[in-house]
């Protein structure tokens, strides 16, 4: 229970500058909730505003790109601590090394899982209807 209350406090921390009732519209929805909260983890911003006023998911290929993008990152970061790691052999660095690549290793295994979850889910979501629903 304490679990859920720190997650919807991170999701609407989050994503604060949209509506709520957009937020809880999704929560209601399984494969958006699921999308909401690997997007707070992975810090990627599912949400576009669109003519000033609406909210909108943003498009498929685009969550994806970014996705793609972040993932690229975190895989240059690991390749270079363990450059970091060659030029200097000492203990201590090669322990902080193993620890920032599993914590960098974690994060690209939950960018694995929400590039799946937008793969798998995301074509269910009725772009149209959401508009429809949300827009002033």
């Known amino acids: ?5 720190n997650n919807l406090d991170n999701l609407e921390n989050y994503y604060k500058n949209i509506d709520k ?6 929560l209601n929805k399984f494969n958006l909730k699921n999308l909401l909260e690997l997007s707070t983890v992975t810090d990627l911003y599912i949400f ?11 498009e498929k290929r685009i969550l994806l ?3 793609e993008v972040k993932r690229r990152q975190k895989l240059k970061e690991v390749s ?10 000492s203990k201590n660095l090669l322990l902080e090394v193993k620890k ?19 793969e798998k889910d ?3 979501i009725d772009q149209n209807n959401f508009l429809e629903k949300f827009s002033n």
Not at 48 to 58: A, D, F, G, N, S
Not at 100 to 118: A, H
């Open 48 to 58: 576009t505003k669109q003519k000033k006023k609406e909210w909108k998911l943003k």
């Open 80 to 89: 270079e601590s363990i450059n970091e790691l060659t030029k200097n052999k």
């Open 65 to 67: 790109k970014e996705c």
């Open 21 to 26: 009732p957009i937020i809880n519209d999704c």
């Open 1 to 5: 229970m304490e679990n859920n209350k």
């Open 100 to 118: 920032k690549n599993n914590s960098l290793l974690d994060e690209i295994e939950t960018i694995d899982t929400l590039i799946e979850t937008i």
């Open 122 to 124: 995301y074509p269910e």
